[in-house]
């Protein structure tokens, strides 16, 4: 799930805008709509909610990294604004089963089907160069949603069997590579081997044309798409 959204916040956010139907942030009420759900038997479901985030037994569940600015003691819930993340999680999870646990792992067409309405298929591949995927990545417009699953064995800093979301693929001077994002848009699980942030792969004019961006904390990074194609072992658009 945290993969689509991840993308679709990145290509389609006014698809998430849409799940939203009405909320009151002030009373911390939320109304949300999905399709395609086996929820009550329906294809699409309104889910009626509030602002009240599970807990484990001794902490909250890790969320500082969706807690905006403005967030915490004193502070007003409307300048809260990068909650719906947490938010859509909560009212996904109980459509699918009442629970976060029905919501781990999971495949991604089905996550952004629920969400959108429109449908998603996974295409699954081989662990060699498909000039056939690539020439569809290169096809990508502003609306296309494209994510990634990797294998269970992979290395240079991937997590395994992990949804990533695919941003751009660009090819210059014969290099074919392509952009992704982790989900959890920091650091953890981004690609370490060539043409990462730090490689010394990366020429002026290299960078120049894929509007390479450096040092950022965001999760995004770059890889070949020789790379890609050992490391991830199915894609969903």
Known sequence: LLASMASL?????????????KQDIDKGVYMMKFYGCSYHGQKECVVLMDDVLAMNKNKPIELNYCQPQGYGK?????????????????AYCKIIGGNYKENDGGSMHVAITNITGMKGQMI????????ETFDRFKEMDAGD?????????????LLPNQSYSILDCKEVDNIQLIKLRNPFGNNKG???????DHSNKWTKRLRKKVQFEK???????????????????????
């Open 74 to 90: 004193g502070k007003k819930k409307k300048n809260d604004l990068r909650m719906w993340s947490v938010l859509m999680e909560q």
């Open 124 to 131: 699954r591949k081989y662990s060699t160069f498909d000039k």
């Open 190 to 196: 981004e690609w370490n081997g060539d043409y990462c």
């Open 215 to 237: 040092n950022k904390n965001d999760g995004i990074f770059w890889m070949t798409v020789q790379d890609w194609f050992y490391h991830f072992t199915s894609l969903y658009v």
């Open 145 to 157: 949603i494209f994510t990634a699953k990797t294998s269970s064995n992979v290395k240079n800093g």
């Open 9 to 21: 916040a990145e290509r389609r956010p006014d698809l998430l805008q849409r799940c939203f139907l």
